[in-house]
């Protein structure tokens, strides 16, 4: 009996403290939601736990970044509507040896451009009409016109070609400069002769300088958007409906990584031509790398940011000016110059003729020197021409 009632005892204990525990729990968490201030640390809970309208509230961030799909959607909508009728094909056709046969065939090329005048003015790039012994443009809606090359500039990669029409719908050059990585753009050409072709992408960097062959495009634009053969020659478009670019090349082999020529190059190059006929790049004459503590401590001097110069190219206006190899520039005009990069854009900005004053740093001396330099014209790339440009010339001789 006594172990009976010790174990009903228990019992009562256990289920005493199972039911004093829940009404405790209830009277507590009223206590808790009806003084929040006293228990601070629940107000986070209680306010995702409150009314089914503040649930609602919560909301807009998905519907926010789905709000902003159909605005940039509609944008490239109403750019491709825009400048799709301005974009023309190109096939330039020129003259090459066959070599298994040892004659001359006609080839073809396919490339873009863009109408920047209602009179037939056209936009494109140089290698796309080099050498191009007979250029068709073709239009919009279908009519090809026979093209002539008003101008060239091999340097910058752009070219003009005019077509006899008129009241052509055109397209506006916009500033490049007011670009900003991330900006979305819109490419249009003629990929592998897909006409009018439509991608969309970013831009991925600016001020790019890239080594083509033997020579250097500056100040190009970097994007994602992509860009395929017979992309060369269209426009880069930002959503404002401006043209801000020419496609102008990829990297082989990869991907994402297209280059087009800036719109304010364009307008230089275009002002050149249409005003002299030719277009003319301020040149220094030096071949150059940004100074690195490393590259100090090889040559064994003392570090200071600037660019070093590891050749001077005879009779250039640095040659003239005394620049030597092994000197430091570091400010033109009193600006400083701490890369590679900065100093082309500096030049670039002048025109052929400006005079500027170089600030250079030499070995061995304790202050720095300041040369004038009048800049040159940069000599164009030029391709080895046989006499009369006839392919059969290396193999046959045609006379004096």
């Not at 340097?155 to 490049?176: H, R, T």
């Not at 970013?202 to 033997?214: C, F």
């Not at 990869?254 to 003319?280: H, M, P, R, W, Y």
Request: proline share 6%; charged share 15%; glycine share 10%.
């Amino acid at each position: 009996m006594e172990e009976m009632h010790q174990r009903n005892w228990l019992v009562g204990l256990i289920i005493g403290i199972i039911i004093g525990g829940i009404i405790g729990g209830i009277f507590g968490t009223y206590l808790v939601f009806q003084n929040p201030k006293l228990f601070p640390w629940t107000q986070k809970t209680i306010a995702l736990q409150s009314s089914p309208s503040q649930n609602t509230t919560s909301q807009p961030a998905t519907s926010t970044s789905n709000a902003t799909q159909p605005s940039i959607e509609l944008a490239v909508e109403n750019v491709v509507q825009k400048v799709s009728p301005a974009v023309v094909r190109i096939v330039s056709t020129k003259e090459v040896l066959d070599y298994f046969f040892l004659q001359v065939v006609p080839q073809q090329g396919l490339g873009s451009g863009v109408i920047i005048r209602p009179d037939g003015l056209i936009l494109t790039n140089n290698h796309v009409i080099e050498d191009a012994s007979k250029i068709e443009v073709t239009l919009s809606n279908g009519k090809t016109y026979k093209g002539k090359v008003v101008g060239a500039d091999p340097i910058s990669d752009v070219a003009l070609v005019k077509i006899n029409a008129n009241n052509l719908p055109y397209v506006e050059l916009g500033d490049s400069s007011k670009l900003k990585v991330g900006q979305f753009v819109v490419a249009i050409g003629n990929p592998y002769g897909l006409d009018h072709t439509v991608t969309v992408g970013v831009v991925s960097a600016l001020e790019r300088n890239i080594n083509v062959g033997n020579k250097t495009m500056h100040g190009v634009i970097q994007t994602d958007a992509a860009i395929n053969p017979g992309n060369s020659g269209g426009p880069l478009v930002s959503l404002d409906g401006k043209v801000i670019g020419i496609n102008t090349m990829i990297y082989e082999n990869a991907q994402g990584l297209g280059f087009a020529v800036s719109s304010n190059t364009c307008k230089k190059v275009i002002d050149s031509i249409l005003k002299n006929g030719k277009v003319e790049w301020p040149f220094l004459g030096v071949e150059v790398t940004t100074m690195t503590p490393e590259i100090a401590d090889q040559l064994h001097m003392k570090y200071r940011p600037g660019v070093l110069v590891a050749k001077v190219i005879k009779g250039s206006a640095a040659d003239k000016a005394g620049i030597k190899q092994g000197d430091i520039i570091v400010s033109i005009d009193g600006k400083p110059v701490k890369t590679s990069d900065e100093l082309i854009n500096i030049i670039r900005s002048h025109n052929v003729g400006d005079h500027i004053i170089v600030e250079i740093a030499r070995k061995g001396l304790s202050e720095t020197l300041r040369l004038e330099v009048i800049l040159q014209a940069q000599p164009v790339p030029q391709q080895k021409k046989n006499k009369n440009n006839n392919p059969l010339a290396p193999f046959f001789n045609f006379g004096p």
